[in-house]
């Protein structure tokens, strides 16, 4: 298992984003803990991402036969504090998923 300061494997990601999707389906979870849980999942998502986009901008260099640097994996910034906008309620509008 990684510590706390190092990065999480591509795989772990994965493997952790299933289970915060599980929980969060379960629908078994008091509101703040799933908005928590839901936060976890978008920064890890956004992790998986630039992980992902990395690895394919490596092997568009290998296969044009590029020198390629070892592979690194940019840290994605931290999200902004939600503003009171942020956590008003806000009426759906026509392009909202219905679950």
Known sequence: MAKRDEPLTFEAIAERLETIA??????????????A????????????????DAAERRIEQLLQGDTV?????????????????????RAPDEDDVPF
């Open 69 to 89: 640097a070892p592979l690194e994996v940019a840290t994605p910034p931290a999200p902004a504090a939600p503003t009171e906008a942020d956590r008003a309620p």
């Open 22 to 35: 599980e929980r969060l389906e379960a629908g078994d979870t008091k509101l703040e803990e799933a908005v």
């Open 37 to 52: 849980l839901f936060e976890e999942g978008v920064k890890l998502a956004r992790d998986g991402e630039a992980r992902l």
